[in-house]
Nanobody
Framework: QVQVVESGGGLVQAGGSLKLSCAASGRTFIGYAMSWFRQAPGKEREFVAGFSWKSPYTYYADSVKGRFTISTDNAKNTVYLQMNSLKPEDTAVYYC???????????????WGQGTQVTVSP
């Protein structure tokens, strides 16, 4: 059974940092993309950052470029999201998604985690 588990969310002041982790298990994930989405209260879920096995390998939403960094540990089927210079508008539930997708920013992923809350206070 495939499991996707996020961790690392929490409460942080504006300007601070958090690092999210997402561990996938239950099958081999060779060739699978691993990405982060988020959903703020009252808003649609949106793409944040993704890792693909195809160059240039990492992709970011414009709103997080230069502040967030996605990285992976292939041996552990784990993807990380280092979030720096956090803003109140980054407050959301962050979801990890894993799947064979053509477009990282679309929600066509096969597997999703339950989400982890990130709250950024002013």
């Amino acid at each position: 059974q495939v499991q996707v588990v996020e961790s690392g969310g929490g409460l942080v002041q504006a300007g601070g940092s958090l690092k999210l982790s997402c561990a996938a298990s239950g099958r081999t994930f060779i060739g699978y993309a691993m990405s982060w989405f988020r959903q703020a209260p009252g808003k649609e879920r949106e793409f944040v950052a993704g890792f693909s096995w195809k160059s240039p390998y990492t992709y970011y939403a414009d709103s997080v470029k230069g502040r967030f960094t996605i990285s992976t540990d292939n041996a552990k089927n784990t993807v990380y999201l280092q979030m720096n210079s956090l803003k109140p508008e980054d407050t959301a539930v962050y979801y990890c998604a894993v799947g064979r997708v053509r477009d990282l920013s679309k929600e066509d992923y096969e597997y999703w985690g339950q989400g982890t809350q990130v709250t950024v206070s002013p």
